[in-house]
Structures are given as C-alpha cells and as structure tokens.
C-alpha cells in the first residue's frame, strides 16, 4: 500500500522549497557530488535529490543530516528560537503561560 502524500498549504511548501534549493546551492558551492553529499549525510542518492527538491515527505532528520554535513546544522537550532507573536500573546494575557490543574475527584 503506497503512502499517502503529504500536502502542505502554499506558504510552508514554498519554504521547503526554497530550503532544498539553499541546500543544493550550498553543496555546489562547496564543490561536494550529490554522491559525496549523500554518502556523508548517511543516506541514499534518491531521499538527497527529494531534499534538494523540497520533499515533505523526507525525515526531518535527513534534513539535518545534510545541514550537519555542510556544516550547517546549528543555524537550524535558530530557526524558532524567536517567537514575537507568542511573547505578544502572553503579555496581552492572552495565553497563559501556566497549566490550571483539572478538580479532582471526589472519592465515594
């Protein structure tokens, strides 16, 4: 049975996009074989072309391993480091940042 695609709305798929372009451009830029590149992520030739290429349906993990093998991997640690809407919600009070404990039961 083969899997379901994963379809993502216009805006993440976009920037998936463009993250496998980035990630191609940088490995071109290095100098580094699609082959090499694959062989240093630890994965096969076929899951780097769907990376580059902007693949949902790749490994977040994969991902990583080609970032940590251009040597990228701590700029993606920085990827939602920053959360401003999140930061607004709380101090408009409209998220609260504690969890309220649900009543307990009454033993009978």
Do not use: F, W
């Not at 216009?10 to 920037?15: F, H, V, W």
């Amino acid at each position: 049975m083969p899997k379901e695609p994963i379809h993502l709305l216009p805006t993440p798929a976009n920037a998936l996009k463009t993250l496998g372009e980035n990630l191609r451009l940088a490995r071109l830029r290095r100098g580094v074989t699609a082959k090499l590149q694959a062989e240093r992520a630890g994965i096969s030739l076929v899951t780097l072309s769907k990376i580059e290429h902007g693949s949902p349906a790749v490994a977040m993990g994969n991902y990583m391993q080609v970032l940590a093998a251009l040597g990228m991997a701590p700029s993606m640690a920085e990827v939602a480091a920053d959360d401003p809407i999140g930061h607004r919600l709380v101090d408009a009070g409209l998220v609260s940042t504690h969890r309220q404990r649900a009543p307990r039961r009454k033993s009978e």
